[in-house]
């Protein structure tokens, strides 16, 4: 059902049946460890390459989350998937195995929303009992894209954000499981003209104060309606700008907010200046922390908010701005 200017609020609430956390070494180093269903130590996987090793990590992802919701994978009806890399490489080889019709997404950080919304989308309207939402990221496998070879040494910014070694997945259903989703707020592309590529932050915060924001109004709903409003990776510098930007339309979440990227790695004793960031950040935080605590009911609603940069090294390179973008999911415990 059509909620407000751009939300939807389902007449079924759909649910989060299982899920599925994979992650590597020194993000099973950091404060949300112990919440991750696997972590690697090994940095490739077993596999030659940074790439195959990504996709590595969506097999396993996907694996684990269907054994968890107890359902075959001939029993998925669709998938929705997306990663960093160019061409959505590390999906497709990394899923190509489970032989489920798949539609690759890119949304940048914020594709575990986009894969959670179009997902519930599916089950909501009753074209599948069952569909798996996931994304991912590798560290070395987007240094190598969109900055420079490991190999290379280069200083960061205490702007920049350490890219997450993971995959985070859920298969959604019609009953039962970790929580429900019982509305989305489809996210705008925004565009505040930042330019800087090591400052992900600034560039993602406008457009995660305006779906924020969107939804709030859409379902006539204040900051206190939820027990945490969790954006993806704005790290510290973009928490700061999100509270400047919401503060001037008179809200306040200040109380309620959380970043995935603040909360993934100890800032201090890990250096990774202002947080995590990719799309695994936000997908095995959600896979993690986020859907135990709904379903020990420590939690009982939540506005899951990732948030992705839209760049490319192309555009980057001929000088064009970094717009942003955040998809809203809303998740409430069973």
Known sequence: MKQGQASIAFQNPVHVVGMASVAGKKEGEGPLGHTFTEV????????????????????????????????EKERIRYLFAGDLLGQLIATSFGVMSFNIPTYGLYGACSTMGEAMSLAAMMVDAGNADHVMAMASSHFASAEKQFRFPLAYGNQRPYSATWTVTGCGCTVLGTAGGYARITGVTPGKIVDLGVKDSMNMGAAMAPAAADTIYRNLEDFHRKPGDYDRIVTGDLGTVGQTLLMELLAEKGVDIGGQHMDCGIEIFDAQKQDTHAGGSGCGCSAVTLCGLILNKLRKREWKRVLFVPTGALLSSTSFNEGQSVPGIAHGVVLEAV
């Open 40 to 71: 690697d130590e090994d940095p490739m996987l077993g596999k030659d390459n940074w790439e195959a090793a990504e996709s590595e990590l969506q097999r396993r992802a996907g694996e684990l989350a269907m054994k968890d919701a107890g359902v």
